[in-house]
């Protein structure tokens, strides 16, 4: 008999109406809301009249899962009676015990349904910004790709890194025909196009819809080999005014961490110097970093040069322990982070950077 707390239930599962909130990345938020948009009537936009509280979340880090959980905690406490489910990536992690009378949900997705409304499902504030303002602009910390229109371009991943756990969370690798959805593509303002990876062949075939369209995008998440591989792709969009946002995550930019990641230090540098390229053409340009890699002494100040807006994520060893991931919450972002140096530095070069713009 199969464990309840250990099954994954689709979302015909579900009985009367669900409020969902996400705390996941955009992937996971625009598979949610394409099945809202599809199925408005078993939608509540109000935890209170809801049968079902839903979460969408994030395992990417432990202070990700500690963040989903407190979140379902939290609901929990303010609206007892329901029924709670954890949804999103952390839905996947069988090794990671839910809190009690919690269960499991596919994240479920709707493919090429038009996302008429974004409130269907409920965006949480981004937990590693504490003043997080929902009226801030949109390149403010937390806010980047928050309001953008999020066309699904695909799912999962074709590579099959042992230490990435995508291809167990986000299911079988899938492409969407760009052909498909030029139709939402004109429908809508302000495209950010989403994928877990996307493809050399898909932005190619992006790169051809908007030049035909004259109307551009935003890119979320390209791994530096395919940036490397579609950079005369991009420096073209950048000449033509169509590409708004671009962003690829090196995660370092010290050749020693990245061998010891097994990431590509060539395409890696070479992404940055694209990048910074892009950036001088009026494009902006987003990246990942990794902290605390280890013993490894890195020095950010040239990544926080070469890109508009860069975003952070401590070292995680995988092991889910929630004692310890409170304890490195404080640390990174509770009142211990004031001496963590680290953070101190990123933080001098984050207010440089709002001190240049301005």
């Known amino acids: 008999m199969v464990n309840e707390t250990q099954r994954i239930n689709g979302p015909e599962y579900l009985e009367g109406k669900t409020f969902f909130t996400s705390s996941a990345c955009m992937s996971v938020l625009a598979d949610a809301l394409s099945w809202a948009n599809a199925h408005q009537e078993k939608i509540a936009t109000s935890p209170k009249e809801a049968n079902n509280i839903a979460v969408l979340s994030c395992q990417v880090t432990d202070l990700a899962i500690l963040n989903d959980l407190r979140t379902i905690e939290r609901y929990q406490k303010d609206f007892p009676g329901k029924k709670y489910f954890i949804s999103g990536c952390l839905s996947k992690r069988l090794d990671i015990e839910l809190p009690v009378n919690v269960l499991r949900l596919e994240t479920p997705r709707e493919n090429y349904q038009f996302i008429h409304n974004r409130k269907l499902v409920n965006f949480e504030k981004p937990f590693w910004i504490p003043d997080f303002n929902e009226n801030d602009k949109e390149f403010e910390q937390g806010h980047l790709f928050r309001n953008m229109y999020p066309l699904r371009i695909g799912k999962g991943c074709p590579n099959k890194c042992t230490y990435c756990t995508i291809r167990i969370t986000r299911g079988e690798f899938e492409q969407y025909h760009a052909s498909r959805l030029e139709k939402e593509f004109l429908t809508f303002e302000n495209i950010l196009l989403i994928a877990d990876n996307p493809t050399e062949s898909q932005i190619k075939n992006w790169h051809n819809l908007a030049i035909k369209n004259n109307k551009g995008f935003s890119i979320r998440n390209v791994e530096p080999s395919t940036t490397v591989k579609i950079q005369d792709e991009l420096f073209d969009l950048a000449e033509r005014r169509l590409l708004r946002v671009y962003h690829s995550p090196i995660q370092s930019n010290s050749p020693d961490v990245l061998r010891d990641m097994h990431r590509s230090v060539s395409n890696t540098l070479e992404t940055i110097n694209i990048s910074k390229k892009l950036r001088d053409k009026g494009?902006?340009?987003?990246?990942?970093?990794?902290?605390?890699?280890?013993?490894?002494?890195?020095?950010?100040?040239?990544?926080?040069?070469?890109?508009?807006?860069?975003?952070?994520?401590?070292?995680?060893?995988?092991?889910?322990?929630?004692?310890?991931?409170?304890?490195?919450?404080?640390?990174?972002?509770?009142?211990?982070?004031?001496?963590?140096?680290?953070?101190?530095?990123?933080r001098e070069y984050e207010a440089q950077q709002r001190r240049f713009a301005e």
């Open 283 to 346: 494009v902006y340009v987003a990246t990942n970093i990794i902290i605390d890699y280890k013993d490894f002494d890195q020095d950010f100040s040239e990544i926080y040069k070469s890109y508009n807006y860069v975003s952070w994520n401590p070292l995680w060893n995988s092991i889910w322990d929630r004692k310890n991931a409170e304890e490195r919450f404080e640390k990174y972002l509770g009142k211990g982070a004031k001496i963590n140096p680290t953070l101190i530095k990123i």
